[in-house]
T-cell receptor, first 115, second 112 residues
C-alpha cells in the first residue's frame, strides 16, 4: 500500500510565476489536508478537501492560493504570482473516510523555493 | 482557535535515558492529540496518538499521557536510541474540527 505521494519534491520558481503542487492520497483515503511549514516552524493548516469539495479553507491566504481535489486525479495546490515569502515546505496529508480529521498520514512534501 | 505550545524546544539525552516532551493546549474542547516525528528533510510520521477518553497510551518504548484538567499532554520515550533523534511535533484538534493545530516542535538529540 503506497503512502501519500507528492510531486514534485523540489520546485524552483521565479517571482511572479505559478506553482502547482500535487498530492495523491493513500489508497482508500478520501480526506486531503494541505499544510505549510516554514523553516524551524511547526505545520500550519491551509485547507481540507474531500473529492470535489473544499470543506475548510480557513487557513488559506485570501489571494493567489487555491486548492482542488477533482473526482479523478490528485489534489492540487496552486499558488499564483509567487513571492519570496511563499518559499516553504508544503505537505499534504490524508486520512481514511471513517477517521475524519484523525490519523493523518503525511506525504514527503514539496519544497518550494522562490528566487 | 486552538493554540498548542511545546516545551522544551531542544532536549539532549544520553543514549538509554528517558526523554519527556510536554505540550499545552488552549481549547478545552480538543479531544484528539497526536504526536509526529520528523527527521531532517523527511515527512512527519505519526508515532502515537491519544483521545480524550483515556489518560495514557503506550506503544513499546513510546507513551503519551493526557491531563485534560490541566490541558497538557506529554510524550515519553524510554531507553532512547540514536535513531530517536528528530524533531517531535504535538498537535491537538477539537471534535468536529477539520484541522490539526501543531506546536512548533521539539528537537531531541540522543547522545551515543
Amino acid at each position: 500500500n503506497a503512502g501519500v505521494m507528492q510531486n514534485p519534491r523540489h520546485l524552483v520558481r521565479r517571482r511572479g510565476q505559478e506553482a502547482r503542487l500535487r498530492c495523491s492520497p493513500m489508497k482508500g483515503h478520501s480526506h486531503v489536508y494541505w499544510y505549510r511549514q516554514l523553516p524551524e516552524e511547526g505545520l500550519k493548516f491551509m485547507v481540507y478537501l474531500q473529492k470535489e469539495n473544499i470543506i475548510d479553507e480557513s487557513g488559506m491566504p485570501k489571494e493567489r492560493f487555491s486548492a482542488e481535489f477533482p473526482k479523478e486525479g490528485p489534489s492540487i495546490l496552486r499558488i499564483q504570482q509567487v513571492v519570496r515569502g511563499d518559499s516553504a515546505a508544503y505537505f499534504c496529508a490524508s486520512s481514511p473516510l471513517d477517521r475524519g480529521p484523525y490519523e493523518q498520514y503525511f506525504g514527503p512534501g514539496t519544497r518550494l523555493t522562490v528566487t | 482557535g486552538e493554540n498548542v505550545e511545546q516545551h522544551p524546544s531542544t532536549l539532549s539525552v544520553q543514549e538509554g535515558d528517558s526523554a519527556v516532551i510536554k505540550c499545552t493546549y488552549s481549547d478545552s474542547a480538543s479531544n484528539y492529540f497526536p504526536w509526529y516525528k520528523q527527521e531532517l528533510g523527511k515527512r512527519p510520521q505519526l508515532i502515537i496518538d491519544i483521545r480524550s477518553n483515556v489518560g495514557e497510551k503506550k506503544d513499546q518504548r513510546i507513551a503519551v499521557t493526557l491531563n485534560k484538567t490541566a490541558k497538557h499532554f506529554s510524550l515519553h520515550i524510554t531507553e532512547t536510541q540514536p535513531e530517536d533523534s528528530a524533531v517531535y511535533f504535538c498537535a491537538a484538534t477539537p471534535w468536529g474540527n477539520n484541522r490539526l493545530a501543531f506546536g512548533k516542535g521539539n528537537q531531541v538529540v540522543v547522545i551515543p
